[in-house]
């Protein structure tokens, strides 16, 4: 080996050992992406969850709703028919009135399950907003790991950077799941 080899040598050794560093901020840099993209995920997947858990018990509630508006028209009719007849003995009038009672405690209660169920729905919207933000946090996040990855491959930091400003987009996202109401 020549002398001028070896000093090319030594020059590429040092430029190797001063991107080296600068490979090690990189690939973590990218560890801590990949750790933000798990935590995203994880709180996409709860919030997807809570919002099939609020549509069944919105769906619940309406049936409730359906049952009790069935069930007092039903006795709407029953005391309708009550009052047609031509003559009412004093327990059928007596019985007519229980029922009339009864319709307009279900018609309270009618409101109160309506606005249960109302709220249920109102909590499923809420659900799937935060949801949506997660999703778009996670993918932005995602974009950034590859391209910072790319950087390994091409030692253009151009990449690294592109990366690290649409990841900080992405957990911006992700984290304005906290303003959403």
Not at 53 to 61: G, I, N
Not at 114 to 127: D, K, R
Request: charged fraction near 20%; hydrophobic fraction near 45%; aromatic fraction near 6%.
């Amino acid at each position: 080996m020549e002398a001028h080899e070896i000093h090319e040598f030594a020059d590429q050794m040092k430029e190797s050992a001063e991107g080296g560093e600068s490979l090690k901020v990189i690939s973590l840099a990218i560890s801590i992406l990949a750790v933000l993209v798990a935590l995203v995920t994880v709180s996409g997947h709860r919030s997807h969850t809570e919002a099939i858990l609020m549509q069944s018990r919105a769906a619940d509630q309406w049936n409730e709703y359906q049952a009790q508006k069935i069930r007092m028209n039903n006795l709407s009719v029953t005391v309708d028919l009550m009052t047609l007849q031509p003559s009412l003995s004093p327990a059928a009038v007596a019985k007519r009135e229980e029922y009339k009672a009864h319709i307009q405690k279900w018609k309270a209660n009618l409101a109160k399950e309506q606005q249960v169920a109302e709220n249920y729905e109102h909590e499923c919207e809420h659900a799937e907003r935060k949801a949506l933000r997660y999703d778009l946090g996670e993918a932005l996040i995602q974009i950034a790991v590859v391209l910072s990855s790319i950087t390994l491959f091409t030692r253009n930091r151009a990449y690294f950077l592109l990366g690290l400003g649409i990841g900080a987009v992405g957990i911006l996202v992700a984290a304005s799941v906290l303003l959403v109401h």
